[in-house]
């Protein structure tokens, strides 16, 4: 069994959808996830915020997704159809009169995957696929959260997950599924990714494919402008760090249900079906080291607490990174210490943080820095090696490492000369 999923960006007109046949048709026993249609969760999003202005969107969603499917009219699955596009009308109603009502909200926007499943099943079927939509929630697929959740909850989901309505071609619902509460939920932006691994490791599939319309994960973001080619390989452990950090390609969720069973996760362009794959996640190699990719966030503060004593550093802690989740605070990285604490975090999270910790009755201090550089797969061995001019050029804070990557603060300002000269002096490690 393999997983294949489709994002948004692979469902842009009617020959994707070709494409999308043509690759499931080499497939022996496939399960196919969607993303709602190119373009669909940005118009859902905006009629969420002014429900009295989306008159048209009914009317808009229902002849954008026919012309991906015009016979969809004839099948079974139209009364299905209809009954998501009455859904859409009836969320929008009740968001008219209540914006914070978030079980309509979530209604709404699960909307575009609903019709995308519809859509792309009906599309199969004509191509001779014994394909058909299923929705995750009725399939047992269970969240972590209420109304918004960040994975699925794969020990709930495995003793409730419906195997019989996987049968055939299953074309699955990405981005949302059962809330704790027994209500919908959806993932973060991005999550069809995680539904799609989360299956895989319910499934034991073989592999995940992620279908997209670029050609891998690249070591660097494209937007500094310099030329890279896809990292072939790339661990788990540092796969992670990279989607955590900077990597808009790979949602930071997405390699954590395949971890434990050591399932492949493949980035493939759907316009080069049958090409090798651009980027292979797989299991971490022992011994093979070297800068794999570098990622930058920008605007970053690094806070500092101590303490006097250390018997109570435990519990504080615990309430400390429970404050953050609960405020939904990103953490770049952090280094703690016996009696020194220190979090990297965006610039605008200042005030919050520092609000944790007075609510755990301790003091913080922050300060500025331009960026924070990820170098993915670079040990301190490495930065030891550097020249030290070299070194001290880019930063004159110590480094924080984790496993076998490095991180360094800078106050430069011209991140794209400093990323050329991180690419000059630490070249990029490349195994095939």
């Not at 009617?14 to 373009?39: F, K």
């Not at 004509?126 to 299923?134: P, S, T």
């Not at 493939?268 to 930058?296: E, F, M, Q, W, Y």
């Not at 550089?373 to 001019?389: F, Q």
Request: proline fraction near 4%.
């Amino acid at each position: 069994m393999e997983v294949h999923k489709f994002g948004g960006s692979c469902l842009r007109d009617s020959t994707d959808l070709d494409r999308i046949a043509d690759v499931l048709g080499s497939v022996e026993q496939p399960v196919v996830v969607v993303s709602a249609l190119w373009g669909t969760t940005d118009r859902l999003m905006r009629a969420a915020k002014e429900p009295r202005y989306a008159g048209r969107l009914v009317n808009d969603l229902a002849a954008q997704h026919l012309r991906f499917a015009p016979t969809l009219a004839n099948d079974d699955a139209y009364d299905r159809f209809q009954r998501v596009l009455l859904g859409i009308e009836d969320a929008l109603s009740k968001l008219a009169t209540d914006r914070d009502d978030r079980a309509a909200r979530n209604r709404l926007l699960a909307a575009g995957e609903r019709l995308s499943a519809l859509v792309v099943a009906h599309h199969l079927k004509g191509r001779g696929l014994k394909a058909h939509a299923v929705g995750a929630e009725d399939i047992g697929l269970r969240l972590n959260g209420t109304h918004v959740a960040d994975r699925v909850d794969l020990d709930a989901s495995s003793s409730r997950l419906d195997t019989a309505a996987l049968s055939d071609l299953p074309v699955v619902t990405g981005w949302f599924g059962e809330g704790s509460d027994g209500q919908l939920a959806l993932l973060g932006r991005g999550g069809s990714d995680h539904t799609a691994t989360a299956l895989a490791a319910l499934l034991e599939a073989s592999k995940v494919v992620l279908w997209k319309d670029v050609d891998g994960i690249h070591p660097l973001n494209p937007r500094w402008g310099i030329a890279t080619t896809p990292v072939p390989y790339l661990g788990y452990s540092q796969a992670i760090e990279f989607a955590n950090a900077d990597a808009t390609v790979l949602h930071p969720a997405t390699v954590e249900p395949v971890l434990k069973l050591g399932i492949p996760i493949e980035i493939r362009h759907l316009n080069s079906p049958h090409a090798k794959a651009s980027t292979v996640i797989g299991p971490d190699v022992l011994g093979a080291g070297g800068l794999r990719a570098v990622s930058c966030q920008q605007k970053v503060a690094r806070v500092r607490t101590s303490m006097a004593y250390i018997h109570d550093s435990q519990r504080m802690l615990r309430k400390v990174l429970s404050g953050f989740s609960d405020r939904s605070i990103r953490i770049h990285t952090y280094q703690i210490g016996d009696k020194m604490w220190e979090f990297i975090v965006p610039q605008h999270e200042v005030h919050r943080v520092g609000a944790v910790f007075k609510g755990a009755g301790l003091e913080a201090t922050h300060d500025y820095f331009s960026a924070l550089i990820t170098l993915i797969g670079c040990e301190a061995e490495m930065m030891d090696g550097l020249d030290e001019d070299i070194l001290k050029s880019w930063t004159d804070e110590p480094l924080y490492v984790t496993q076998s990557t490095s991180h360094l603060l800078t106050q430069r300002d011209d991140i794209s000369s400093m990323m050329k000269e991180v690419f000059l002096h630490l070249p990029v490690n490349q195994p095939v």
